[in-house]
């Protein structure tokens, strides 16, 4: 009953490094997000794929991308890591349809850059 | 704009007590959907309660009820007989769904840490 499996859980990154965070889930869900938390701020849109084969971009998808490598996974790699990229990321997936349909959201990663 | 504002950054209650944590959204959508979830310290979403557009009564969830005035545009969230373990970060969010080209994407707003004393 894992439901959003997100890894690594915490990272600290020297500006200018590249890592890639994984995101999984085992729920047959099309949709699949990721958002970054700030304080103050609550939880942003940085990218999402609707359904496997297809991304787009959130809110924030600067200094970000974003691969759904089938239905399970949805990765978010940052190529080159800033400060301002310090943040909390949760990954979270969707089923679809109407109604409630609420979002499950993983553990989080908590990505220091110095 | 802000699609989401929680005006309340932090709210005190009482053990037992009831709390209103307040929220209100903007959108010119028809169909849409809120939802509150709850952040605890260790970091996890738990989602509380959603409550649809066209609901015509309050959705409850337990010792969870939301408010709905949506001439007013407000989503408050009711938590009743309040618990220790009720302190935490709460958020609420909207999905709007005009057209279905929402994909789900929801917009939160910035939060309301709830402190529950003994």
């Known amino acids: 009953n894992a439901g959003v499996t997100q890894t690594p859980k915490f990272q600290v990154l020297k500006t200018g490094q590249s890592m890639t965070l994984q995101c999984a889930q085992d729920?047959?869900?099309?949709?699949m997000y990721w958002y970054r938390q700030d304080p103050g701020m609550g939880l942003r849109l940085i990218y999402y794929?609707?359904?496997?084969?297809t991304t787009d971009k959130g809110e924030v998808p600067n200094g970000y991308n974003v691969s759904r490598l089938n239905k399970r996974e949805f990765s978010l790699r940052l190529e080159s890591a800033a400060p301002s990229q310090t943040s909390v990321y949760f990954c979270?997936?969707?089923?679809?349809?109407w109604g409630r349909g609420e979002a499950f959201f993983g553990q989080g990663t908590r990505l220091t850059v110095v | 704009a802000q699609k989401i504002t929680q005006t309340q950054p932090g709210m005190f209650v009482q053990e037992k007590e009831a709390v209103t944590l307040d929220c209100t959204y903007d959108?010119?959508?028809?169909?849409?959907?809120l939802f509150w979830y709850k952040q605890p310290s260790s970091g996890e979403m738990i989602f509380l309660i959603y409550?649809?557009?066209?609901?015509?009564q309050n959705a409850t969830e337990g010792r969870y009820s939301l408010n709905f005035q949506k001439a007013r545009k407000s989503a408050n969230l009711v938590i009743s007989a309040s618990q220790l373990g009720d302190s935490a970060m709460y958020f609420c969010?909207?999905?709007?769904?005009?057209?279905?080209?929402?994909?789900?994407?929801?917009?939160f707003g910035q939060g309301t840490i709830l402190t529950v004393h003994p």
């Open positions: 979270a997936s969707r089923g679809e349809g």
């Open positions: 959108t010119s959508d028809q169909s849409y959907g």
């Open positions: 409550q649809g557009s066209y609901d015509e």
């Open positions: 969010a909207m999905r709007e769904d005009a057209g279905g080209t929402s994909y789900g994407k929801l917009t």
């Open positions: 729920m047959n869900h099309n949709s």
């Open positions: 794929s609707a359904s496997e084969g």
